[in-house]
């Protein structure tokens, strides 16, 4: 990936289409070694962007998921204490003494997915994925400061690992909360825009290979409605080829105002919502009147028996 049109075409390659900013974005990324932090809103593919660059240098994955009191021993490193605690008994049946240089050693050390990719020692650098750290603690962000500047991790009873080969860092978020400032600092950064109708309908049509180009066309003009409403949860991409694979499963060629309906569930995810999408339904053709049945025709007296 010697240059951005490069990036392009190689994610082209694995059915991820990028704009020529998401281009330099990863390209700089990968020049420069530094991590990069990708925002914007659910569902726009920023997740979707970390996997499909690893496949494209086909090298391993790692993702760590953020949450809510996320801690060190489950991002970074943690202990076996298990381990620890049955070699002090095996220590004590044997007779010989233990101290803490032989329990506090690589051996009894469990990476975690930041240290997994600090030690990583195949012939490509891994792609590490920290996902919605906007969910995880201001605390938890000043432990990925000596990680994020300097592709190192810090254990004090062992001292620091560093990266041989610095691993391709992408960090999302989803805005929920503002991030550090120091945190920004130590990465570039691209703000991903839900994509124009045209490259949409191209997503989809990749991702859903079974879906009619009508169909796929009618689908992504009505989520570029629907995103216009005043909803709770505004459906992304991720809806958008949910709900699109829903149709397809179902047999839909031509999307109807039916269709959408009772597909609803896909794009809507709020009581409230609902009702805004549903109202945003075309009204349905309305269905051809019956026939009228034809009076019966007067029996006339002379043909009574």
Known sequence: MNTPESVAE????????????????????????????LEGEPGVGKTAAAK?????????????????????????YEWNYQRQLLHIRLAEARGTSVDDA????????????????????????????????????????????????????????LGTFAATRPPVVVLTSNRSRDLHDALRRRCL??????????????????????????????????IGRVRGLDLDKVPGLAETIDW?????????????????LRTI???????DDLVLVADAVPAAEPVPAAAPV????????ESRP
């Not at 699109?244 to 959408?260: F, M, R």
């Not at 034809?294 to 007296?301: G, N």
């Open 189 to 222: 950064y691209h703000w991903i825009e839900f994509p124009a109708p045209a490259r949409a309908a191209e997503i989809v049509r990749r991702s859903v290979p079974a879906a009619t180009a009508p169909l796929i066309r009618d689908a992504t003009e009505f």
């Open 244 to 260: 699109v694979s829903a149709l397809a499963a179902l047999g839909v060629s031509e999307l109807t105002g039916a269709d959408v």
């Open 294 to 301: 034809p009076a019966a025709e007067p029996v006339s007296q």
């Open 102 to 157: 032989d329990l506090f050693t690589t051996e009894f050390l469990q990476e975690r997915p930041i240290l997994r990719a600090v030690r990583h020692a195949g012939p490509t650098p891994p792609v590490l994925l920290i996902d919605e750290i906007d969910r995880a603690d201001d605390e938890f962000e000043a432990l990925l400061f000596e990680f994020l500047g300097e592709a190192a991790v810090t254990v004090p009873e």
């Open 52 to 76: 499909a660059l690893a496949q494209a240098l086909d090298t391993p994955f790692i993702r760590l998921q953020c949450y809510e009191g996320l801690t060190a021993g489950e991002a970074l």
């Open 10 to 37: 190689r994610l082209d390659a694995v059915d991820y289409l990028v704009d020529d900013g998401l281009a330099m974005a990863i390209f700089l990324a990968l020049r420069l070694g530094k991590p990069l932090l």
């Open 265 to 271: 569930g896909t794009i809507a995810k709020t009581p």
